[in-house]
T-cell receptor
Framework: EAGVTQSPTHLIKTRGQQATLRCSPI?????VYWYQQALGLGLQFLLW???????NRGNFPPRFSGRQFPNYSSELNVNALELEDSALYLC??????????????FGSGTRLTVV | AQKITQTQPGMFVQEKEAVTLDCTYD???????LFWYKQPSSGEMIFLIY??????QNATEGRYSLNFQKARKSANLVISASQLGDSAMYFC??????????FGQGTELSVKP
């Protein structure tokens, strides 16, 4: 069974540009979660999508947005990039959106560097 | 604010010995779930073990066990018979309604040969 796949693995952008990160969940998983892991700040919850709808978002500005497609894959868009957006962005998926007790399965992440 | 605390930024352990990684949580909810993840240098977060607040017994998964002390609000991870491949960052996390995990700051474990 293929795990959660994220692309690209590395992304370098200039301040002010837009970045698009992609995530494919495990087959059969309908929920996708995005987390930001910035140096010194730990992992911060960004967004949760389930069945194509945004269900919850963390304390991030509106320039962080995304969507979930009918095949349950997801995109995270970051507009007007700032230097502090440099981080590892992790995507996770689960088949049990209400409790999460099955454990999220994470991908290997996209490392975004803003210069 | 509800949070997860990992007080050990770094730990060293000799190969084949056991090690305990500390985690305390702060929640007023009667129902919650606690996770431990391993993050090697590759970046992927690997699920290790889960403990539900109503579980009667401490969770175990192979060499990993969770020392769950509800009254103290602690959920320490015990790794038995450490291996060189156990060297990684370890994160404790608390599941919240709304699909999100609240992570601690992590503990970097180094296993010495």
């Amino acid at each position: 069974e293929a795990g959660v796949t994220q692309s690209p693995t590395h992304l370098i952008k200039t301040r002010g540009q837009q970045a698009t990160l992609r995530c494919s969940p495990i087959s059969g998983h309908t929920s996708v979660y995005w987390y930001q892991q910035a140096l010194g700040l730990g992992l911060q919850f960004l967004l949760w999508y389930d069945e194509g709808e945004e269900r919850n978002r963390g304390n991030f500005p509106p320039r962080f947005s995304g969507r979930q497609f009918p095949n349950y894959s997801s995109e995270l868009n970051v507009n007007a990039l700032e230097l502090e957006d440099s981080a590892l962005y992790l995507c996770a998926s689960s088949s049990d959106p209400m409790t999460g007790i099955t454990g999220y399965t994470f991908g290997s992440g996209t490392r975004l560097t803003v210069v | 604010a509800q949070k997860i605390t990992q007080t050990q930024p770094g730990m060293f352990v000799q190969e084949k010995e056991a090690v305990t990684l500390d985690c305390t949580y702060d929640t007023s909810d009667p129902s919650y779930g606690l996770f431990w993840y391993k993050q090697p240098s590759s970046g992927e977060m690997i699920f290790l073990i889960y403990q539900g607040s109503y579980d009667q017994q401490n969770a175990t998964e192979g060499r990993y066990s969770l020392n769950f002390q509800k009254a103290r609000k602690s959920a320490n991870l015990v790794i038995s018979a450490s291996q060189l491949g156990d060297s990684a960052m370890y994160f404790c996390a608390d599941y919240r309604q709304g699909g999100k995990l609240i992570f601690g700051q992590g503990t970097e474990l180094s296993v010495k040969p």
